[in-house]
């Protein structure tokens, strides 16, 4: 399977300001998403990262405060803007690619706001 | 809308004994249902899965079975290790891994030694 890394694994933001976090793939991927994973609770997709379009984004999730970029078909970034206590969580990337329609997760970032 | 609901939220079993986790879905056009594993701190990671045309399938220790008419679907783990410790999330998808997941609330698995 593809080896997916991110950047930051971790970080401490302040309220108010925003992080861009940045997931990279070794090979191409068919897609790629971006779920949330708030402390203790389930995975929930954010949106789908559209490779040169715009991103789909998921019932309770919109562009302004969580804008995607998806350049090519190894990278994608979500930012997480305007935080608030509220977005810490773990932020979780996940690719298909490879022949299979498997969904791989990237290690996650972990967000905490203050 | 779509959800899955996971049975139970946590399962304590002795090592050596079968475990078993069970979701039940509301999207009958669901083909694809993968289970993940998430020790601590760790990534979640797919464990095994099972499409719509398949009612069982079995990987070592570990099987899922599927009852489309029912919609709901199970994990077994047989011969429980300590290191079968972790969270276990299943999900569904009416697209195999090309759509989006929807997740169980997840079961936390303690096996004791």
């Known amino acids: 399977s593809a080896v997916i890394s991110q950047k930051p694994s971790r970080d401490i933001c302040q309220r108010g300001t925003s992080l861009t976090i940045q997931c990279q793939v070794d090979?191409?991927?068919?897609?790629m998403f971006w779920y949330r994973q708030q402390p203790g609770q389930s995975l929930t997709l954010i949106a789908t990262?559209?490779?040169?379009?715009?991103?789909?984004?998921e019932s309770g999730f919109v562009i302004d405060k969580f804008p995607i970029s998806r350049p090519n078909l190894t990278f994608s970034t979500l930012t997480v803007s305007n935080m608030s206590p509220e977005d810490s969580s773990i932020y979780l990337c996940?690719?298909?690619?490879?022949?299979?329609?498997?969904?791989?997760f990237g290690p996650g970032t972990r967000l905490t706001v203050l | 809308g779509e959800n899955v609901e996971q049975h139970p939220s946590t399962l304590s079993v002795q090592e050596g004994d079968s475990a078993v986790i069970k979701c039940t879905y509301s999207?009958?056009?669901?083909?694809?249902f993968p289970w993940y594993k998430q020790e601590l701190g760790k990534r979640p990671q797919l464990i095994i899965d099972?499409?719509?045309?398949?009612g069982e399938k079995k990987d070592q220790r570990i099987a899922v079975t599927l009852n489309k008419t029912a919609k709901h679907f199970s994990l077994h783990i047989t011969e429980t290790q300590p290191e079968d410790s972790a969270v276990y999330f299943c999900?569904?998808?009416?697209?195999?891994?090309?759509?989006?997941?929807?997740f169980g609330a997840g079961t936390r698995l303690a096996v004791h030694p």
């Open positions: 996940s690719v298909v690619g490879g022949g299979t329609d498997t969904q791989y």
């Open positions: 999207d009958s056009a669901s083909n694809y």
């Open positions: 090979s191409q991927v068919t897609m």
């Open positions: 099972i499409r719509s045309n398949v």
């Open positions: 990262a559209n490779q040169g379009s715009e991103a789909t984004y």
């Open positions: 999900a569904f998808s009416d697209s195999g891994g090309y759509n989006k997941l929807i």
